[in-house]
């Protein structure tokens, strides 16, 4: 199992306007081809205009085939667009349980 740990950094006063088009657009979408949200978060503290998720896939080809389906699905095409200029920053992890994870 891996986590798909992705933070990305929204348009400084945009914040509201990213979450409430991803959640009624882009998360239905993500959500029919990811599977299961392990959870997404915003920041308080620390580097503000922030958003973490995390999903959770078997492995890479796992990750890779479902985002693929996900890419071609012209709902998420049309979320893209509809999103374009509000992220300015993206950073991506894949992150692998240990031996004693409760998540494994």
Do not use: C
Request: charged share 25%.
């Amino acid at each position: 199992m891996i986590i798909d740990h992705r933070t990305y950094t929204i348009a400084h006063g945009r914040n509201k306007d990213y979450l409430d088009l991803f959640e009624a657009e882009g998360l239905p979408v993500q959500l029919r081809h990811l599977g299961p949200l392990i959870g997404y978060f915003q920041t308080t503290l620390g580097p503000l205009n922030q958003v973490v998720h995390l999903w959770q896939f078997d492995d890479l080809a796992d990750m890779e085939r479902r985002r693929a389906a996900r890419d071609a699905d012209p709902d998420w095409t049309a979320y893209k667009k509809k999103s374009a200029g509000m992220l300015i920053a993206q950073e991506n992890k894949i992150l692998a349980p240990t031996s004693f994870s409760p998540l494994r």
